[in-house]
């Protein structure tokens, strides 16, 4: 066994890590220090064969060195590593970057989402109903009767299988009240079809949202606050709304609702034509023949249904200015979304 | 229909609020004011009156009447005259009435010694303002008396009318009648129309005929007054294609009460603005006089339904303030009378809305409901949909929504290649582009396509929505189609294997379609570059390449390929489940394999081989290159394998890898047209 001089040792060390002068001369100086057989682990080893008053204290002192021998290694290390990174590695980061190829969904399917989680959240059930409704479900039941100048409210494309295109989602509340007894919540939003001629506001397609709430004493009140919070959370702003006297046949009393202006907060502006308020939908409490046409006892239940337009919604959200870029298929359009 | 601020006003001695006010007030509690507008020294208000109020605001006293109980203050009723002259209406003109549900009431009154002149400045101006020609003293007359009492009304040169008789009835087959602005209409039996002893004289509730027209001439003016059945009167006008302010108002409904008022009116301005004298006495064919009604209004429902409590007195105070009488207000629920001329209300919710809307929704506070906590119901069919839609989004694609309808040359490339019968025709489309309804997305994307490809070549597009199709009865179901620009089966096919991995459906294989003579679906697809989807047994979609024919139809530069994918069935499929299958502890050993195959042979074929050869220890088998080239024999592809072996239990020992791969090799080679590249 050699004489130990940890002294030397550690003088020795720290002049050749200081000298090494790339990474695998390093590599090879922390071998003959630190490796299996290096010369400070074959000290560590031999303590065991020490007596014990020695033992401690080479022990505390080659122990310390280790330590002090293994910082010194990795700050060499870093420097080598920053030094490298400094001259070799550079990378232009204000050339673009990799274009991932992702898709889209549509400004609808978004805006439909939002809408549905946003109701969901209250409790409301999302349904569905067809397209091509009958005559039934889509006037009758919802009392509007044949020969009545209130269809005409409605212009309806009429197939030659005697079913008629939906102008509405409300018959979708008529088909689920025969079906389930109130207390009830659903929303239902889907495909509807006007027989009028196309411009940047109007489609002969479209999507409408529709909402209905019954129980014992669901009120007008009631719809005020569940509206407004939808409206809310819709815009993500304070938003208030008003109504206004409407008439629609499955609804009575009938509203009109309009919302606070969104571009300038309710003071009046050219969007809402000075008025401070946006028309938003139509809404009502439900027409008590409703609810006889659709099996329920009106005595026993009451409340509102809401009917309001998904394309406009979405217009709105991102100030789309033509509803026909919706249902145009153009990618340069839906790639934005 | 637009009305005069002045003409408002004169029914009041109190100043009505400005214009701007009055139609703000208007728009929160009756109707909607589309404009206000300052012409000359009056204001002109464009309201929106809702249908259902038609009967008794088309016209200016019924919005003055609305006026009445918003600012409350009380309305003069215009003069009128019931007669005084030296003669009897009776003496010059009899009427009878041949169909009285037909027609509920009709009065007449004659006005003698008439001065038919051009009308005053001033009723010039106001028939103007409220969009209506002037023609004479008397015609303006009857249509003053529409716009203010909101009661259609005629005029007719006694002189004229053949046996001084007049008839309502129903036309006969092939009658005709020639109208005041000289249109000729062909009448038959559905039409009702006002007739003398010869010929019709007018068609009833519509429009006047030129027989009995006013002229310099006339001296004797008979008045008619009359309420018709709003279903004939539809009729009728729809069957003619002629709508007028009077059948506009009479198809509304119009309180048969009226009439009285309405013809006194009319005499009353032509004594005064053409010095008639109105004869004594009034025509009134009126059997079945109709009564106000009566409505319970129960307080405390109106309290439930509006959610606010609104004191008894107020109540009252509203219901009085719109002519309602009030029989009984001693308890809770009060008697209502309510005037013949509200015909909209006749259920207690009726009343509620007036309450509502006089006291101001916007005085309703918002009130969250209190109810049981159920929570909503989950709808997979929308859970699976908007699944999908994420999974084809993630992987590239957009979604776009084309129109449910498809236009007949579309339909004609998709029948040429289809049954007749399936496809479902509108009754009333909007152009030859929307005529029927859309049988299949596909056709629509094809379009979306050909108007893409202008600017990017990228074309990668789904669409998940509605398809109609004849069978029985009309068939709607939800389908989700997708297209791809360019010659990429492959890729497709690995979108399709990818969306039904993610939605938990396993056990899908694709099946060469062997087309049979019945079955031409398959036609819209290149015959040789197509499959069917298949999950165990059931044929859930297609997936191919576009004929080239149809392609060349669409004008599109580059191959399309398409799947085509039933969503009903699919959702059915569908399955939230997945189950973690444990990660082996052990190394896997990966071994490459070429096999030089027949370029007809189909890879599922080597595959089965491999497998069954190689039996449980091989975790999968990976196809990673078709190389079909000069280098390579006439005729031949070559197929490149890797293949992983990996055992739960053990580490694989090299040697027992070889031994597996070297049973593959041979089991391969027993094909003599294959041979394993070493």
């Known amino acids: 066994m050699p004489k130990i001089n940890l002294k030397l040792l550690k003088k020795q060390a720290q002049r050749e890590i200081n000298r090494a002068g790339d990474l695998k001369f390093l590599n090879e100086i922390f071998k003959k220090y630190l490796g299996k057989r290096g010369e400070l682990t074959l000290v560590l080893r031999s303590l065991e064969r020490m007596p014990k008053a020695k033992r401690a204290k080479v022990g505390k002192e080659a122990n310390e060195l280790k330590t002090f021998l293994r910082e010194k290694f990795e700050q060499k290390k870093f420097s080598f590593a920053k030094a490298t990174e400094d001259k070799e590695e550079w990378i232009d980061v204000t ?26 959240a209250m409790g409301f059930s999302v349904v569905e109903g067809p397209e091509a409704e009958n005559e039934w479900y889509n006037f009758d039941a919802l009392n509007i009767p044949k020969d009545h100048p209130a269809r005409d409210m409605w212009d309806t494309f009429y197939l030659k299988d005697g079913l008629l295109l939906r102008t509405h989602t409300t018959p979708v509340d008529a088909r689920y009240m025969e079906k389930n007894n109130p207390p009830l919540r659903i929303i239902t939003i889907g495909r509807c079809f006007r027989h009028e001629a196309t411009d940047a506001s109007h489609e002969s397609n479209f999507y409408q949202i529709d909402g209905l709430m019954a129980g014992k004493d669901i009120s007008v009140a009631n719809f005020k606050a569940i509206i407004q919070e939808f409206f809310q959370r819709f815009f993500e702003k304070p938003v208030e709304i008003r109504m206004r006297p409407s008439y ?28 401070g308020w946006m028309e938003m939908m139509g809404a009502g409490m439900m027409h008590p023949n409703v609810f006889k046409n659709s099996g329920l006892n009106p005595k026993n239940w009451q409340g509102f249904a809401f009917g309001m337009g998904l394309d406009r919604l979405t217009m709105m959200k991102y100030k789309i200015n033509d509803i026909r870029l919706l249902y145009s298929g153009d990618l340069r359009f839906l790639k934005q979304f | 229909m637009v009305f005069s601020y002045n003409w408002l006003q004169s029914f009041f001695r109190k100043r009505l609020p400005a214009p701007e006010k009055l139609a703000e007030l208007l728009e929160l509690c009756a109707f909607e004011v589309e404009e206000v507008k300052r012409v000359g020294g009056d204001w002109l208000l464009d309201i929106d009156v809702l249908p259902n109020r038609a009967p008794d605001c088309f016209s200016h006293l019924g919005i003055a009447r609305e006026c009445a109980a918003l600012t409350n203050s009380p309305i003069r009723k215009p003069s009128v005259s019931n007669g005084a002259g030296k003669f009897q209406t009776r003496d010059f003109v009899s009427v009878e009435v041949r169909d009285k549900d037909a027609c509920p009431r009709y009065t007449a ?27 004479n003293n008397v015609v303006d007359i009857a249509n003053y008396v529409m716009l203010e009492t909101g009661q259609p009304l005629h005029a007719f040169d006694s002189g004229k009318l053949a046996g001084n008789k007049i008839i309502v009835r129903f036309a006969k087959h092939n009658e005709k009648i020639v109208t005041l602005d000289e249109e000729k209409y062909d009448l038959d039996e559905d039409i009702l129309v006002i007739a003398d002893a010869r010929s019709p004289v ?52 119009i309180d048969p009460n009226l009439t009285e008022f309405a013809i006194n009116r009319a005499a009353f301005l032509i004594q005064k603005l053409a010095k008639g004298k109105v004869a004594k006495g009034l025509i009134d064919a009126y059997p079945n006089k109709v009564l106000p009604k009566r409505i319970k209004l129960d307080l405390d429902y109106t309290e439930r339904l509006l959610g606010i409590k609104i004191p008894k007195r107020e109540v009252i105070e509203i219901l009085k303030s719109l002519e309602f009488k009030i029989l009984n207000s001693k308890f809770n629920i009060l008697t209502i009378e309510v005037p013949t001329f509200r015909l909209d209300l006749t259920i207690p919710e009726d009343l509620i809305e007036e309450v509502g809307r006089i006291y101001g929704y916007q005085n309703i506070r918002a009130v969250f409901p209190t109810v049981s906590l159920i929570p909503p119901k989950k709808n997979f069919s929308v859970f699976w949909e908007e699944l999908t839609k994420n999974i084809l989004k993630e992987a590239g694609f957009t979604e776009v929504y084309n129109y449910s309808y498809v236009s007949e040359e579309q339909i004609a490339i998709y029948q040429s290649n289809q049954h007749k019968s399936a496809v479902i025709e509108l009754e009333n489309p909007m152009s030859t582009e929307q005529r029927y309804l859309r ?29 109609f199709r004849k069978t029985k009865n009309v068939e709607e179901a939800k389908q989700l189609t997708a297209a791809i620009l360019g010659d990429e089966f492959y890729q497709l096919k690995g979108m399709v294997d990818l969306l039904l991995q993610k939605l938990g459906i396993s056990n899908v294989w694709y099946d060469s379609y062997q087309s049979t003579p019945e079955d031409s679906k ?70 490459d394999l070429a096999v030089l195959v027949p370029r007809g042979t189909k890879v599922e074929e080597v595959l089965n081989k491999i497998e069954v050869a190689g039996g449980k220890l091989i975790r999968d088998v990976d196809l990673f290159d078709v190389y079909e080239g000069e280098e390579l024999p006439e005729g031949k592809k070559n197929l490149a394998f890797h293949i992983i072996y990996q055992a739960e239990n053990r580490t694989l020992a090299s040697q027992e890898v070889d031994e597996i791969q070297n049973k593959i090799v041979k089991t391969l080679e027993q094909n003599p047209e294959w041979e394993v590249r070493k």
């Open chain 2, 522 to 591: 398959i036609s819209m697809w290149h015959p040789k570059k197509c499959a069917e989807i298949k999950v165990d047994h059931e044929e859930i979609g297609f997936l191919g390449e576009i004929s080239p024919k149809i392609i060349d139809h669409f004008k599109i530069d580059n191959r399309v390929v398409v799947f085509d994918i039933d969503f009903e069935k699919l959702q059915k499929l569908c399955s939230e489940e997945t189950i973690y299958q444990p990660i082996s502890k052990y190394p896997a050993a990966v071994r």
């Open chain 1, 248 to 275: 629609f046949p499955f609804t009575e009393p009938s509203f009109e609702v309009d919302m606070t202006c969104l571009v300038c907060g309710g003071k009046g502006c050219s969007a809402c034509q000075q008025t």
């Open chain 1, 95 to 120: 050339r673009p970057g990799k274009k991932l190829v992702v898709g889209h969904l549509h400004p609808l399917t978004q805006v439909k989402r939002k809408v549905e989680e946003i109701f969901q």
């Open chain 2, 109 to 135: 009154k004659v006005v003698t010694d008439v001065k038919v002149a051009p009308s005053p400045k001033w009723l010039k101006a106001r028939l103007k303002s409220c969009g209506l020609r002037s023609i």
């Open chain 2, 202 to 253: 007018a068609i009833a509730g519509i429009k006047g005929g030129k027989l009995p027209e006013i002229d310099k001439k006339t001296k004797v003016v008979v008045l008619e007054s009359a309420s018709f059945n709003p279903r004939i009167i539809r009729k009728g006008s729809r069957k003619i294609n002629l709508k007028t302010d009077a059948s506009w108002r009479f198809e509304h409904g």
């Open chain 2, 439 to 467: 049988p299949s997305l596909i056709l629509n994307l094809l379009n979306n396509i050909q108007r893409n490809q202008r600017y990017t070549d990228e074309i990668k597009i789904f669409e998940l929505g509605k398809i």
